[in-house]
Nanobody, 123 residues
């Protein structure tokens, strides 16, 4: 069983930055591919960024490429999402998810989910 707890959300002006953190319980964190998803009001949940369990590959949705960076610290059982140049359309609840040895980023494949953290970007 893995528990995921997100933090770091908040209100920021357009052009600003935030860093989200996701702390995971358990001793097998390094075996999980980790991802960030988001869900804006009235929209479906979408994949934002992912990092393989090996840590050697990262993936992003086109709309955040060049602005967001996902990273992980296996010693701290934590995955991060650095978000720069934020836009109002980035406003959403951001969820952390884990997939044991995962290689795809479909939400239906994720084994565990956090409860989410709200990011609001004002114009």
């Amino acid at each position: 069983q893995v528990q995921l707890v997100e933090s770091g959300g908040g209100l920021v002006q357009a052009g600003g930055s935030l860093r989200l953190s996701c702390a995971a319980s358990g001793r097998t964190f390094s075996s999980y591919s980790m991802a960030w998803f988001r869900q804006a009001p009235g929209k479906e949940r979408e994949f934002v960024a992912g990092i393989r369990w090996s840590g050697s590959n990262t993936y992003y949705v086109d709309s955040v490429k060049g602005r967001f960076t996902i990273s992980r610290d296996n010693a701290k059982n934590t995955v991060y999402l650095q978000m720069n140049s934020l836009k109002p359309e980035d406003t959403a609840v951001y969820y952390c998810a884990a997939d044991l040895y995962g290689s795809t980023w479909y939400s239906r494949n994720m084994d565990y989910w956090g409860k989410g953290t709200l990011v609001t970007v004002s114009s």
